[in-house]
């Protein structure tokens, strides 16, 4: 089982990436997500989470620019980013928690993938 992400870049400032995050192996689907970056000196910090359900937040840092889903078909949660600024750049990861197919619960982390946004 792991999770891999993918779609980072180098974009212009006032540009889209958007980044996805697969889930492979022996799972059911993916329960929650979420997407974190670190930017250089900075600590990781949360950008985009969803829930079981369905539901969403933001860091107020990104909040009407990123947008997190999932395809359950595909097992995979994306992240759109819109509006692009040089702040945003950072490696960006994905960290999920799967049902497995023994029936229980794991959290997974998938590797970064560097965004890097130019002025």
């Known amino acids: 089982v792991q999770l891999q992400a993918s779609g980072g870049g180098l974009v212009q400032a006032g540009g889209s990436l958007r980044l996805s995050c697969a889930a492979s192996g022996s799972i059911f689907s993916i329960n929650a997500a979420g997407w974190y970056r670190q930017a250089p000196g900075k600590q990781r910090e949360l950008v985009a989470a969803?829930?079981?359900?369905?539901?969403?937040n933001y860091a107020d840092s990104v909040k009407g620019r990123f947008t997190i889903s999932r395809d359950n078909a595909k097992n995979t949660v994306y992240l759109q980013m819109n509006s692009l600024k040089p702040e945003d750049t950072a490696v960006y990861s994905c960290n999920a928690a799967l049902l497995l197919s023994g029936g229980f619960l794991r959290n997974y982390w998938g590797q970064g993938t560097l965004v890097t946004v130019s002025s």
């Open positions: 969803m829930s079981s359900a369905g539901s969403s």
